[in-house]
Nanobody, 114 residues
Framework: VQLQASGGGLVQAGGSLRLSCAAS????????MGWYRQAPGKQREMVATITPSRHTNYADFVKARFSISRDNAKRSLYLQMNILKPEDTAVYYC?????????WGQGTQVTVSS
């Protein structure tokens, strides 16, 4: 399974970006999936996850600002990021998993200037 993340870029504080993650698997709907991020010198952390039944979970630091969604027909995962802050600067990765198997995308850089 291959995951292709896109949508990152440079944005001013208060701005918005929408990340996308396209997956190659035809069993896309059966996977749980999520977005993670890693800032320089820090550990990778969970941002948001969504289950096959579309139950969502968010890290406290993005609640009410970010929204995760999925389109099973398009085999795509999304992360709408609003009211971006400089501390949101990181490489954002998508991940999908089912049972004991997981796959990671290559990451997309998000840089928020103050």
């Amino acid at each position: 399974v291959q995951l292709q993340a896109s949508g990152g870029g440079l944005v001013q504080a208060g701005g918005s970006l929408r990340l996308s993650c396209a997956a190659s698997t035809r069993f896309f709907g059966a996977y749980s999936m999520g977005w993670y991020r890693q800032a320089p010198g820090k550990q990778r952390e969970m941002v948001a996850t969504i289950t096959p039944s579309r139950h969502t979970n968010y890290a406290d630091f993005v609640k009410a600002r970010f929204s995760i969604s999925r389109d099973n027909a398009k085999r795509s995962l999304y992360l709408q990021m609003n009211i971006l802050k400089p501390e949101d600067t990181a490489v954002y990765y998508c991940k999908i998993w089912r049972q004991d198997t997981e796959y990671w995308g290559q990451g997309t850089q998000v840089t928020v200037s103050s």
